[in-house]
């Protein structure tokens, strides 16, 4: 705590101290031909004596700009860039509080006379795209293009390396406009360094065939374009480290990069015991692991951006393999293929207390399981795109997946009564192999027609995949104090799945108006057929074998669902605003036959219409605002129609309703996102309001005397959500050195679920409230310093008298802080506190987690020796509760715990090794 004190004091002293002087320095850009005024100029000042940045901003609508910042400097540098206009250069004498340099008229630029400034303003806007240069924005030695991005207004980068632009989530990040290690960004991010990236374009996401007919993107998401240096698109690059600790913890990790002009080749490999996927090598704020979107699964599986890197949620072993290979075969063709290995063996253990929710009563399971587990996952995608012609575009992107693995489980389950009576116990351990396989391919072929924005699309979307897998149980279930049989099983189950999928999709579009109204007709057909076939055989107690077929546990389907869908779209777009409206009518037949049970066949045919709108407004350059509606369309699934009665689980009984209705979905949202470039805020706000007619629900009945449960599925009206979230940051300069960023949020969410409890039907209401502060200080080439808060509120109510309501509230605290003195020396400190007071007695409330990193860098920083200390406090811990309809839940299971490592990582790169020719001088055209 002594340390936390020394930070918080440095911090205060840090804004205290400012001897610069403040300047305010405006005027007005006119057009020079039409005496308009530019919106969205780039106005910047640079260091006379080295040229570089110290502040920017934007002109607004009336071409108007103010830009105020603090300074050593008795002269500045202004420039003003504008698209189309030539640059316009002055310089500042900084002598007064207030300049003002009056109207300024741009010429239309002319390259025959004009003054070229190569790659000098540091943020240019342009129709649909937001471009920075990578010289104007200063980061830490060494750094990455992750490091690079949390130095860029308006973007945001969280502790798992998700990026969000103006509140938007960036979906795809590209190298010269091409996916660099398949769609996982982390790759990207955190090995590309910032020294060979001259440009980051920010665009709405759009496929290769949209952007290719004219199409509008999807603005929801953004996509992140690199440009490499022309001088850096040949030679070689990239990374190898390896680090061995305490309780034998280890990590290696390596990439290697060809790049020769279009022809880019890549392998990385890694392995490590740390939980990790092993791409981050270590890095200093990144050593942990984590991805761009990481999610872990009920059955254990740890997921990076669809790609499974462990099979736990304990401790996980992993391995990688990956190449990457991207070209331009011909001036017509381009192709791009990677192929990706991971391999994995993770051990858990999990604790479980769940207090279940009767309307009359309650009664208490409580469970402990362990497994381990083995996985290996390839995959390998293959992309073409052939230009015909400037008009005529093929895209073919085939893809293969391949997966294997095992699992060991075990699991000691009980259950008591209100009175805490044990009413039953159960036993199991299994053993299971699986081997999954999944080809897919995608076809697209775009024809454009004139130059109004007709164009004509089709698409050929096929996936086959298969599972297999063999599973050997035992298992042993007793009902106390009750007649009910035991329930023993000794069994071998032998599994086969397999699912194809075809889909073809048509669309013309038609221009009312050129390039601006549009009506697009579309007619797609899907049809997917599903087999499950799953035999089942008990042990035979004279032979011994497993030879005895068991019916009631084995199970042979066949699924198909068949879509017919006619679509009008009209899109109307103008400078300022577009807006669309989408109507499309469904025709859905969903089959399933049973080949063991012929009498539960069922057959039914769904009509529904599905709508979508959407409207987009852009105020200014620095702020928008979109909303929109949709209404869809969601047939029951497979298990919840079919009839058979699955006994599968001796506990739980469950059977399909096959007179299920489809669920009517509607979704009403809406958004604001504003960054002003001149007072370094920014506001990003977000609702919606979702509405389910028809939602599918579980029907549970308890036994009271054997607490065993029975299963069915039920159509209920009145589902809603509704959520909504503000976040307000501001970026404070004390002067050109050191800086404040303050960062305020606050979400909400409301849920409303109709469900039933031993035939009893009643609503359930959640309410959650998390607001949060967090600030971010930055003093260049000395410290950051970043603590954030939050609060997390939640409270479950019930119509019924006998549910009590319940409320939660849990503390996070995360500080992060890094130092960079003395000189080749970065020291980071992550430290995050959580108290969660509500878990049951026995799990642990509260913990720090510390995890200290100390980074050497030397012979010319090409290498790092690094000293890590994972949890360094001891007390990591995964305790959460859960509450839902009819539980509250304290789980608990296997983490990582404290250990040393010291690490060792090189960097080569000898691109751009004929000499740097993109430095800031001026170039002229006679």
């Known amino acids: 705590m002594?340390?936390?004190?020394?930070?918080?004091?440095?911090?205060?002293?840090?804004?205290?101290?400012?001897?610069?002087?403040?300047?305010?320095?405006?005027?007005k850009?006119?057009?020079?031909?039409?005496?308009?005024?530019?919106?969205?100029?780039?106005?910047?000042?640079?260091?006379?004596?080295?040229?570089?940045?110290?502040?920017?901003?934007?002109?607004?609508?009336?071409?108007?700009?103010?830009?105020?910042?603090?300074?050593?400097?008795?002269?500045?540098?202004?420039?003003?860039?504008?698209?189309?206009?030539?640059?316009?250069?002055?310089?500042?004498?900084?002598?007064?509080?207030?300049?003002?340099?009056?109207?300024?008229?741009?010429?239309?630029?002319?390259?025959?006379?004009?003054?070229?400034?190569?790659?000098?303003?540091?943020?240019?806007?342009?129709?649909?795209?937001?471009?920075?240069?990578?010289k104007s924005f200063k980061t830490k030695k060494d750094a990455n293009v992750e490091d690079l991005l949390k130095q860029l207004p308006g973007v945001e980068v969280d502790e798992a390396g998700k990026i969000t632009v103006n509140g938007k989530d960036v979906s795809k990040i590209l190298v010269n406009g091409k996916p660099f290690f398949g769609d996982d960004p982390t790759i990207t991010t955190r090995n590309l360094t910032k020294e060979i990236i001259e440009k980051v374009q920010i665009t709405d996401t759009k496929s290769k065939s949209e952007a290719f007919a004219g199409e509008e993107g999807d603005k929801e998401n953004k996509t992140i374009n690199l440009t490499i240096k022309e001088e850096n698109n040949k030679g070689v690059f990239g990374r190898v480290s390896g680090g061995a600790g305490t309780d034998e913890r280890y990590e290696l990790a390596g990439m290697i990069n060809f790049f020769d002009n279009d022809r880019r080749v890549s392998v990385l490999a890694g392995g490590n015991n740390?939980?990790?996927?092993?791409?981050?090598?270590?890095?200093?704020?990144?050593?942990?692991?984590?991805?761009?979107?990481?999610?872990?699964?009920?059955?254990?599986?740890?997921?990076?951006?669809?790609?499974?890197?462990?099979?736990?949620?304990?401790?996980?072993?992993?391995q990688n393999v990956g190449a990457n290979y991207a070209d331009v075969l011909s001036d017509k063709?381009?192709?791009?293929?990677?192929?990706?290995?991971?391999?994995?063996?993770?051990?858990?253990?999990?604790?479980?207390?769940?207090?279940?929710?009767?309307?009359?009563?309650?009664?208490?399971?409580?469970?402990?399981?362990?497994?381990?587990?083995?996985?290996?996952?390839?995959?390998?995608?293959?992309?073409?795109?052939?230009?015909?012609?400037?008009?005529?575009?093929?895209?073919?992107?085939?893809?293969?997946?391949?997966?294997?693995?095992?699992?060991?489980?075990?699991?000691?389950?009980?259950?008591?009564?209100?009175?805490?009576?044990?009413?039953?116990?159960?036993?199991?351990?299994?053993?299971?192999?699986?081997?999954?396989?999944?080809?897919?391919?995608?076809?697209?072929?775009?024809?454009?027609?004139?130059?109004?924005?007709?164009?004509?699309?089709?698409?050929?979307?096929?996936e086959y995949n298969t599972n297999e897998s063999d599973d050997f149980l035992t298992s042993e279930t007793n009902f106390l104090n009750s007649e009910e049989d035991d329930i023993i099983r000794d069994q071998f189950t032998n599994s086969e799945n397999k699912n194809r999928s075809f889909s073809a999709s048509a669309t013309y579009r038609l221009p009312l108006i050129a390039k601006e109204l549009f009506l697009d007709f579309e007619y797609r057909f899907q049809d997917d057929k599903r087999t499950?076939?799953?035999?089942?055989?008990?042990?035979?107690?004279?032979t011994n074998q497993y030879d005895d077929f068991n019916l009631d546990l084995s199970t042979d389907f066949e699924y198909l669902n068949q879509e017919n869908t006619p679509t009008l779209k009209l899109t109307y777009r103008k400078e300022k605003w577009s807006t669309s409206f989408t109507t499309r009518y469904v025709f859905r037949t969903l089959e399933n036959k049973d080949f063991l049970r012929p009498e539960l066949d069922i057959k039914r045919n769904f009509q529904a219409l599905e709508l979508r709108s959407y409207f987009n407004y852009r105020f200014s350059e620095k702020s928008s605002m979109y909303?929109?509606?949709?209404?869809?369309?969601?047939?029951?699934?497979?298990?919840?129609?079919?009839?058979?009665?699955?006994?599968?689980?001796?506990?739980?009984?469950?059977?399909?309703?096959?007179?299920?209705?489809p669920t009517n979905s509607h979704r009403l949202y809406m958004g604001y996102n504003a960054f002003d470039f001149q007072k370094k805020t920014g506001v990003y706000s977000y609702a919606s309001v979702n509405f389910n007619n028809n939602a599918v629900v579980s029907r549970t009945t308890v036994d009271p005397e054997t607490l065993k449960r029975t299963t069915t599925y039920a159509n209920v009206n009145g589902n809603y959500n509704i959520y909504g979230n503000i976040n307000y940051s501001k970026t404070v300069k004390a002067d050109s050195i050191r800086s404040i960023k303050f960062d305020v949020g606050m979400s909400v969410g409301l849920n409303q679920n109709v469900n039933f409890n031993n035939e009893v039907q009643y609503k359930s209401n959640v309410t959650s409230l998390t607001p949060s502060l967090g600030l971010r200080f930055t003093w260049n080439k000395v410290l950051e310093l970043r603590p954030r808060y939050r609060l997390t509120f939640s409270k479950n109510t019930y119509d019924i008298d006998t549910f009590e309501d319940v409320n939660f509230a849990r503390h996070d605290l995360d500080l992060n802080f890094t130092t960079y003195l003395p000189k080749d020396f970065e020291w980071t400190n992550n430290i995050d506190f959580s108290y969660n007071p509500n878990v049951a007695a026995g799990f642990q409330k509260s913990a720090w987690f510390w995890n200290s990193t100390l980074a050497y860098s030397f012979l010319k920083d090409k290498a790092v020796m690094t000293l890590k200390v994972y949890d360094l406090l001891n007390q990591n811990t995964n305790a959460r509760r859960r509450a839902t309809n009819n539980y509250i839940e304290d789980r608990q299971s296997t983490v990582l715990e404290q250990y040393f490592m010291l690490s060792?990582?090189?960097?080569?790169?000898?691109?751009?090794?004929?000499?740097?020719?993109?430095?800031?001088?001026?170039?002229?055209?006679?």
Request: net charge negative.
């Open 532 to 542: 499950n076939v799953r035999s089942t055989f008990d042990r035979d107690g004279v």
């Open 627 to 661: 909303t929109g509606y949709s209404l869809n369309n969601r047939p029951p699934g497979l298990t919840q129609l079919q009839p058979f009665q699955n006994v599968t689980n001796p506990l739980n009984t469950i059977t399909g309703n096959p007179n299920l209705e």
């Open 333 to 462: 063709v381009e192709i791009n293929a990677d192929y990706f290995y991971s391999g994995s063996n993770s051990d858990n253990e999990t604790i479980t207390e769940r207090e279940n929710i009767l309307p009359d009563s309650r009664f208490f399971s409580d469970s402990r399981s362990k497994s381990v587990s083995d996985g290996q996952n390839h995959s390998a995608n293959l992309g073409f795109d052939i230009e015909i012609d400037s008009t005529f575009l093929i895209n073919i992107n085939p893809s293969f997946k391949w997966s294997k693995s095992n699992r060991s489980f075990s699991e000691d389950e009980s259950t008591r009564n209100e009175d805490q009576e044990l009413t039953n116990q159960s036993t199991a351990t299994s053993f299971s192999e699986n081997n999954a396989k999944n080809f897919g391919n995608e076809l697209e072929i775009t024809k454009r027609f004139g130059n109004r924005g007709a164009f004509f699309k089709f698409e050929i979307d096929s």
């Open 904 to 926: 060792f990582s090189w960097k080569f790169n000898s691109l751009g090794s004929k000499g740097d020719t993109s430095s800031n001088d001026m170039f002229f055209i006679d």
């Open 29 to 134: 850009i006119l057009s020079e031909d039409n005496k308009e005024p530019l919106e969205a100029a780039t106005i910047y000042l640079e260091r006379v004596k080295d040229s570089s940045l110290v502040t920017y901003t934007i002109s607004d609508k009336e071409g108007i700009f103010e830009i105020t910042d603090e300074t050593y400097d008795e002269k500045l540098n202004l420039y003003i860039d504008y698209v189309g206009y030539q640059t316009y250069f002055k310089q500042i004498i900084i002598n007064k509080e207030v300049i003002d340099i009056g109207t300024i008229e741009l010429g239309i630029s002319n390259a025959l006379d004009e003054v070229i400034i190569k790659s000098r303003s540091p943020i240019t806007i342009k129709k649909d795209t937001l471009e920075f240069n990578v």
């Open 274 to 318: 740390t939980n990790s996927p092993g791409f981050s090598f270590g890095e200093i704020q990144k050593m942990f692991g984590g991805g761009y979107s990481m999610s872990m699964n009920s059955n254990g599986t740890f997921t990076i951006d669809g790609r499974s890197f462990g099979n736990g949620e304990g401790i996980t072993t992993s």
């Open 2 to 27: 002594k340390k936390l004190f020394f930070f918080v004091a440095l911090f205060s002293v840090a804004i205290s101290f400012s001897q610069s002087k403040s300047f305010k320095i405006s005027g």
